[in-house]
């Protein structure tokens, strides 16, 4: 399985470089979210918040098909989240439908990679996590460009 690797630096200047798209930052929380993205998303609602700043935001729902259109974002950023879902395969592939590209960042100990293997020291190996794994690959491969 081939893994691609990129830091987050490198990402912040590949977003700031290409400001026309439309970036979701799902997962965002207050404190830690991505200031390259122009669409907010989170189970908190940060809506005051972010409105505040003058940054679009919703509020999604756990459990339940995110409330975009299909193919709606150019990019959208994952940091920390995947962690915290229950259903990985459901969840990526609602990912999938909403973005044209993607990047899914998953926590290391360096906190600075992209770096799949992490989810199978953190959840086990199973069937279905390495089915994952593969949609995730698979994903990343096909969509993105850098």
Request: glycine share 4%.
């Amino acid at each position: 399985m081939i893994l691609k690797r990129t830091s987050r630096d490198y990402q912040k200047k590949w977003l700031r470089e290409n400001k026309n798209l439309k970036i979701l930052d799902l997962g965002c929380s207050l404190n830690n979210y991505w200031s390259e993205a122009n669409h907010f998303a989170d189970l908190d609602d940060f809506s005051q918040e972010f409105g505040n700043l003058n940054l679009k935001f919703t509020q999604i729902k756990q459990n339940q098909k995110l409330p975009f259109k299909d193919k709606e974002f150019d990019y959208v950023i994952l940091s920390h989240v995947l962690e915290h879902v229950p259903n990985l395969l459901e969840f990526v592939s609602e990912i999938e439908r909403i973005s044209k590209a993607g990047y899914i960042e998953l926590p290391t100990k360096l906190n600075d990679n992209l770096v799949l293997v992490v989810m199978k020291m953190m959840l086990g190996t199973n069937g279905g996590l390495n089915l994952m794994m593969l949609k995730i690959n698979y994903f990343i491969r096909k969509k993105l460009m850098f």
